[in-house]
């Protein structure tokens, strides 16, 4: 294999496979980008297994072939060149010279047999979103999904559709972010299950993209198709909880306050959290009381009063200061909604007048 291209373009596309490679892998394939050369293009491939990834940019052909290397010696290499145009690469005696006008280096190959094939969804039934909608419902619930995979549907997000758009939702059992993305024209799209790590990933390469995607699903795959970018991400086999009577219909006591206040409130009072991170919420409407309290036996403790509209009744309860400030990356409004319903019950999130996300956090046992 013997090929010229745009260096810019190639640390791109190497820059997007390196993310998806597998790093703590038994199997060094896995923790290659896989090079194709052929017809005026390079096909650059890399897979952990649950996701992967293909991108096609054009080159000059001058022997066809294919080559698997390690992606982050690759990227490294690449990201460090400056004021560079044209690069070349081929293979040399089974490893891979890359060059330009001023660098080169050899970098070892690996065989080319053992890297696993990147399943096509074809046949199916398109689904066409934009992506900076699929990025924004990913965005807004990927965080409460659980870290753990003793329970794979809660280590997922769940999408769907409903009348007026696609749904993303996430849950921990401790918390649970859902939110609307409204579309103009309605998809018929199937319930699925997105492992969370695979959202991580897939953000990393969509964000920022303005382009319609292409989605197409089976029974076990979900690929996206944008530009010269292919990702598919294995569907988690599972049945995602029946969220929608957790989600309170209305409130014993609200609070309505601006989000900037509720951040810097809650920063002073984490310096005086305990090891679980624990916040008391004191809210007393007919005496116009918002408090945070926090105590941490080998610091000292905090109280914080804060300004804000209160209605209903008065109720003291605590929460985990993470799973609370965890939902700000996706309250877009200036002023925010915080519902209680007494002791043992959740606490509901949500902006003013923004009816497409709402988040709960169950309080902690006393």
Known sequence: MKVECLKEKLEIAIGYAEKITSKNSTLPVLKCVYLEASKNQLIIKATNLDLGIEVVIPVKVDREGVVAVPGSVLYTFLS???????????EVEGNLKVSTSRHSTVIKCFPTEEFPIIPHIEGEKKIIISAKDLVKGFKSVWYSASISSMKPELSSVYVYSDEEGLVFAATDA????????PLKKKLD?????????????????????SDDIELRI???????????IYLTSRIIDGVFPDYHNLIPKASQTEVIILK??????????????DKFNKVTLNIAPSKKIFELRTKNNDIGESLNNLAGSLT??????SFNYKNITDAFQALEADSIVLGFNGLNKPLSMRGVSDKTFVYIVMPMNK
């Open 218 to 228: 089976d029974k076990h795959q979900l690929s996206f198709t944008i530009g010269d």
């Open 260 to 273: 900037q206040d509720l951040v810097d409130g809650l920063k002073v009072a984490n310096v005086f959290s």
């Open 80 to 90: 460090n060149i400056k004021n560079e145009k044209n690069i070349t690469i081929e």
């Open 312 to 317: 209903g009744e008065s109720v003291e309860i």
């Open 189 to 209: 799209f199937s319930s699925i299950l997105i492992p969370f790590k695979n959202v991580a990933e897939i953000v990393k390469i969509l964000d920022g993209k």
């Open 174 to 181: 401790f918390r649970l972010a859902e939110k609307k993305v």
